[in-house]
């Protein structure tokens, strides 16, 4: 456990440290592994007076040195024993906090022992309760009269200082910079989201957290590094979520038990904690049984009552169904045509101490053929994939650090890097002049350079008027490759960049927009807006953006919560997304995927009408997706998740009618190496697991399809080689 300078529980001034790292699980790295995550911190508002020249307290007991504070805190709970036997419900600070005051001041006596009887009055009542039902507390006698003993004695509670968060950015534990912002936080929380212009940097941020409750933070160049502080008022029951929450990019607090926030804390301890990652099997069914912590929380309902969950994880494993059998996966009974990389970054190897690889899937009999892990150049969580015109290079950018790696795609060699500017992430080529077009995430540019990554060409600022640094993330490029957009995600725009001229004009879209698509012709362009649940059209020519009412516009918006409801969940049946990431186009254009690593969900949507036609299931963490050509016609998307390691094959129109309400999954394949898999290192933890960019070859996209080399055409229609002319068929 560690020492007093580096306790993941703060006290008043006295802070939490949130190192952020390159380390799986440990992206926001408090010091302190509670529940199998790295990530949480309990903050402690003091309700006590401090000596003079003394530490601040919990309640009674000064500021330990040891593991005793965390015990106090939680119970025991965050022992391998689980629950401690003596305090299921972790009131041992209450406790504490209750006889500091009746200590202080003497006046408080009498209610501060009327609140000890009725602390062990009501831990008596809930045990004989379901763990993992919620408690109304207004509904027990004993709860309405403990609630007015503690609200009784906080006239006698000192307003301690706020609890202070230092996140640190050093070059040491993080190869790229970063940028962390807030997530959720208690309505009234001081300065919420804690944005600023500079953006992502090596070096401290701190903040103040002023009300008790929940606070959560991602990092805005890598959203899915979670961290989070719980900040407790020792003078309420368990562990405070607060009676409202403000989720960022939605301007409505929402109460603090409310759906969305019990889906955001489920996936919280999926994401930060790899022992709950999925691993399914080619051969067998599973069980999945995540762990969350058993702790007693309180929460508010939309009535403003006090509800307290005694145990979170018993209640989760009730809400979400948990265990959940994984089936042994089925692969595709169609095969694709060519070939499929993956990133799967969260692959450890021994040979080197960074993470990721790039695994290469043989599509027309699904066998995993190569990974590249690159251990020569300790290769750092490569994102996004492309290759050249001739399939001579495979290009992928280390998104962790600054540079785009090229190697030989038939053999896996590495070739060379190009150091292009702080964790680039999406990588294209223009169609024409085979330039490479990359997108610093954490800086300021779109980066144009010559074939094969030999060197810069030019670098195009994404938003050079705002003072703002934009972190474009997931770009696309046009058909013709004279145009990229990609999403400002700190200043919620589409950038829209001439490649010729070097001329950008923006578009507004919503919150914290993350990846772009674009139709076949180039005529408009779709941005998924991460944290507005939402998905932006931008018409890059004419008016071309589909409008409820039928008509069209220069832009528009598609509504992923328009079947979803914050307080009390998805309609049952109707389609829903949240956290969507990347959203291709098909192809031809017939369908728009929307993959949603929240829901859990890939939306097949109309890009004529903007309608959600259907809803598909993806795995934990699902993040990326991208077109290849199917055996015979038709397309196959090629789906990753980052939390799981199997990788989803969809038909978006398994007859070929041009009709999508049939699209449905094709089948599901483990991306762990096999005996036959070709590989460059020792995979040594975490096999398959971290699918985020896709690459599928040949390319079919207008543009790049036209190009396709002729030993490659082997196998295609000619409308996947034509994919919008139907002239030429």
Known sequence: MPAVGQQPVGVGPLPITFDLTDENGGWFD????????????????????????????????????????????????????????????????????????????????????????????????VADMPAGEPVDLTSLPVGVDLAGVLDSLQEFAVEGP???????????????????????APEGADEFPYMDSKGAFFGEKTIQLTEPGLYAFTDSVAPYML???????????????????????????????????????????????????????????VSWNPVQPPAPILQYDAEGKPVLIPNLDAYYDQKFEYPRKLPALKKPTTPGVGEVWMATQMEDFAGKKKHGSITKINAEDWTIDRKIAAPEINMNNIHNMWADKTYKYLYGNEWFDNETDVFDRATGKFVRSLEVGPNPAHVMTRPGND???????????????????????????????????????????????????????????????????????????????????????SKKA???????????????????????????????TIDLWQNYDSQTGPEKGKSWGGLTIQLPVSPDGKALLAVNTLSQTVNVIDPDTHKLIKDLPCNAGCHGANFGAKEGGGYYAYVSNKFSNAMQVIDVDPNNDGDISDAAIAGQLTLGPTADTKMDDELVAHPGVGGQGVLALPLVYNGWSQEIPAAWRKGLTCEQINPIDESAC
């Not at 009131?91 to 006596?109: C, F, N, R, Y």
């Not at 998924?528 to 220069?554: H, I, Q, R, Y």
């Open 162 to 184: 706020p609890v202070t968060v230092t996140f640190n950015v050093d070059p040491a534990k993080s190869q790229g910079i970063r940028n962390p912002i807030g997530l959720i």
């Open 526 to 556: 779709y941005l998924s807006n991460f944290l507005g649940m939402s998905v932006s059209c931008v018409s890059l020519e004419e008016d071309a953006c589909a409008t409820p009412d039928g008509g069209v516009a220069k832009n528009s």
């Open 227 to 285: 961290g989070a502080v719980v900040v407790d008022d020792p003078l309420t029951l368990g562990l405070d979520f607060g009676e409202k929450l403000v989720v960022n990019g939605k301007p409505e607090p929402v109460p603090s038990n409310a759906d969305i926030i019990q889906r955001l804390v489920n996936a919280f301890f999926t994401i930060t904690n790899p022992n709950n990652w999925q691993q399914f099997s080619d051969s067998k069914e």
């Open 30 to 125: 408090s010091g302190l592994n509670l529940f199998g995550s790295k990530s949480l911190a309990v903050g402690v508002l003091p309700r006590v007076a401090v000596p003079a020249g003394g530490v601040p307290s919990v309640g009674g007991p000064l500021l330990p040195t040891d593991a005793s504070l965390v015990e106090n805190l939680l119970g025991g709970l965050g022992t391998a024993g689980g629950a401690s036997a003596t305090d299921p419900l972790a009131l041992d600070s209450t406790l504490a906090t209750v006889q500091g005051i009746a200590k202080s001041s003497p006046e408080a006596a009498s209610k501060a022992a009327e609140a000890e009887d009725l602390i062990g009055e009501l831990e008596a009542t």
């Open 435 to 521: 330039n490479l077009t990359i997108g610093v995430n954490a800086g300021t540019d779109i980066v144009e350079a010559a074939p094969g990554a030999t060197k810069i060409i030019k670098r195009i600022h994404a938003d050079p008027e705002s003072g703002m640094t934009p972190h474009p993330h997931a770009h696309w490029t046009s058909h013709d490759g004279k145009t990229v957009v990609a999403p400002n995600t700190m200043t919620e725009e589409a950038v829209i960049a001439d490649m010729d001229t070097g001329k950008v004009r923006h578009e507004p879209v919503g919150a914290f927009p993350i990846a772009t698509s674009m139709t076949p012709d």
